[in-house]
């Protein structure tokens, strides 16, 4: 069994959960990760709920109101991740817009203007290092007090030329040095195995674990 497969506790095999997520790239990786849990995981957009707003400074919080919104409107169980680049020489930034930075608002910019972006903004910059983060919550109700956490951290630096075909987002530009690849070069079952959200949903599938056991 690789590192992206925990197995499935038994108490939770048979939970339902709503998945608080409209974006293809992150629904489609994070179904990936989730089937070895055994959970039954349904998008939001299948049961009618309308994307949540996102309006915090943190991506902790952003997960938070995503979860608690998906699982007021369904009465179930919800997963949700909020994610994104941080890159050093802009003090964090990307960060929580990272959807969005080329948007005027808060509505989400296309992938192509979004990296357009960053790369206007690290012109000339010799510090390209970045990390990709993941905040991954789990509440059983909407006012769960005790909701699980996760966190992950994927660290590379920013290419001035894109590489590769796969991934979404920042992926073709989002290099691994001790792989000489961007994440976009990476099949999805690598890239599972060693990125921000494989990291954070193996901190989740123990703390679900943990939770089966007491």
């Not at 992950?152 to 796969?166: C, E, L, P, S």
């Amino acid at each position: 069994m690789s590192a992206a497969e925990p197995p499935a506790p038994a108490a939770v095999r048979k939970m339902r959960v709503v998945l608080a997520s409209n974006n293809r790239g992150k629904l489609g990786e994070l179904t990936a990760l989730l089937a070895p849990l055994g959970l039954e995981l349904i998008a939001q957009s299948e049961l009618g709920v309308s994307a949540a707003e996102e309006p915090h400074p943190s991506f902790l919080e952003n997960a938070l109101a995503k979860a608690r919104h998906a699982s007021g409107a369904t009465g179930l169980p919800a997963i949700a991740d909020d994610s994104g680049i941080c890159v050093s020489a802009l003090d964090g930034r990307p960060g929580v817009r990272s959807a969005r930075y080329a948007a005027q608002g808060e509505a989400e910019s296309d992938d192509a203007s979004n990296n357009a972006r960053l790369l206007e903004e690290l012109a000339g910059v010799a510090d390209r290092h970045a990390y990709y983060y993941c905040a991954l919550v789990l509440v059983r109700t909407p006012d769960d007090p005790c909701p699980l956490i996760a966190e992950g951290r994927w660290h590379g630096t920013v290419t001035q030329a894109a590489r590769g075909t796969g991934g979404f987002g920042y992926d073709p530009y989002f290099l691994i040095p001790e792989l000489g690849r961007t994440a976009a070069e990476l099949d999805p079952a690598h890239k599972n195995r060693i990125s921000h959200r494989g990291q954070a949903m193996r901190v989740l599938a123990q703390l679900l674990a943990s939770e089966a056991q007491r």
